[in-house]
């Protein structure tokens, strides 16, 4: 059977969720490349495999899917079923919940930070810091919920790591990268679950695609 594919460019956070648990299922994968600032994403080709334009895509057989969070839940049903919980019920329904609150929390809160204190200098945008200073409140209202969360077990669903855990990684990734991750610390089992993400293969391999500045710096932009 080919290996499946997926397409996208490596720096983006949400190439990242679907890239990181594609590597917890440690099945084989290929990578297609495209460039964002080539416009690959707006081609025919691509909006034929996702309408919306966005990445990234997984091509499975017969099977393209579309959908950062759906491409993990995927894969690991297929591949790696332990890390949703699956015939878990309740387990599961952990994993849903937290995947959810990542969603709809932290990552509309981490992208703005992300992208005024590190995509802007590069893109000829002012830093808003009046943006940053707002979504900063917010994350410092969120992330004592993860401390309570976390100082009662070791990752978000149980005491293994599940899809919830995986889906943070793409976003926390960038937001650590800012000078605001000292935020982080205040609150010591958030620092430990961050530290055991970082300490997983997984998250090093794709890590490695992942420079800190999106590859603006080193002009290795997509």
């Given at each position: 059977?080919?290996?499946?594919?997926?397409?996208?460019?490596?720096?983006?956070?949400?190439?990242?969720?679907?890239?990181?648990?594609?590597?917890?299922?440690?099945?084989?994968?290929?990578?297609?490349?495209?460039?964002?600032?080539?416009?690959?994403?707006?081609?025919?080709?691509?909006?034929?495999?996702?309408p919306?334009?966005?990445?990234?895509?997984l091509?499975?057989?017969?099977?393209?899917?579309?959908?950062?969070?759906?491409?993990?839940?995927?894969?690991?049903?297929?591949?790696?079923?332990?890390?949703?919980?699956?015939?878990?019920?309740?387990?599961?329904a952990?994993?849903d919940?937290?995947?959810?609150?990542?969603?709809?929390?932290?990552?509309?809160?981490?992208?703005?930070i992300?992208?005024?204190?590190?995509?802007?200098?590069?893109?000829?945008?002012?830093?808003?810091?009046?943006?940053?200073?707002?979504?900063?409140?917010?994350?410092?209202?969120?992330?004592?919920?993860?401390?309570?969360?976390?100082?009662?077990?070791?990752?978000?669903?149980?005491?293994?790591?599940?899809?919830?855990?995986?889906?943070?990684?793409?976003?926390?990734?960038?937001?650590?990268?800012?000078?605001?991750?000292?935020?982080?610390?205040?609150?010591?089992?958030?620092?430990?679950?961050?530290?055991?993400?970082?300490?997983?293969?997984?998250?090093?391999?794709?890590?490695?695609?992942?420079?800190?500045?999106?590859?603006?710096?080193?002009?290795?932009?997509?």
């Open positions: 059977m080919a290996p499946m594919k997926v397409y996208g460019w490596a720096v983006s956070p949400w190439m990242a969720r679907a890239l990181v648990c594609l590597e917890e299922a440690g099945v084989e994968y290929e990578v297609v490349p495209m460039s964002r600032c080539g416009g690959d994403h707006r081609r025919p080709e691509h909006l034929a495999r996702n919306f334009g966005e990445i990234p895509v091509e499975d057989g017969d099977l393209t899917l579309y959908q950062s969070r759906a491409i993990a839940r995927y894969v690991l049903r297929k591949y790696k079923p332990e890390l949703v919980k699956e015939g878990d019920l309740e387990g599961s952990m994993v919940v937290w995947m959810e609150v990542e969603a709809n929390n932290i990552e509309p809160t981490l992208w703005p992300v992208r005024h204190c590190i995509i802007g200098q590069y893109v000829g945008r002012d830093r808003d810091q009046a943006v940053i200073d707002e979504n900063l409140e917010k994350l410092r209202m969120l992330l004592p919920v993860y401390e309570a969360r976390l100082s009662v077990c070791k990752y978000l669903a149980g005491d293994d790591i599940t899809a919830a855990d995986l889906c943070h990684f793409g976003f926390m990734r960038y937001f650590m990268a800012t000078e605001y991750a000292g935020v982080v610390d205040a609150f010591p089992h958030v620092k430990a679950w961050w530290d055991a993400l970082l300490a997983r293969p997984s998250v090093q391999k794709v890590m490695a695609g992942m420079p800190p500045d999106f590859g603006y710096a080193s002009g290795n932009i997509p």
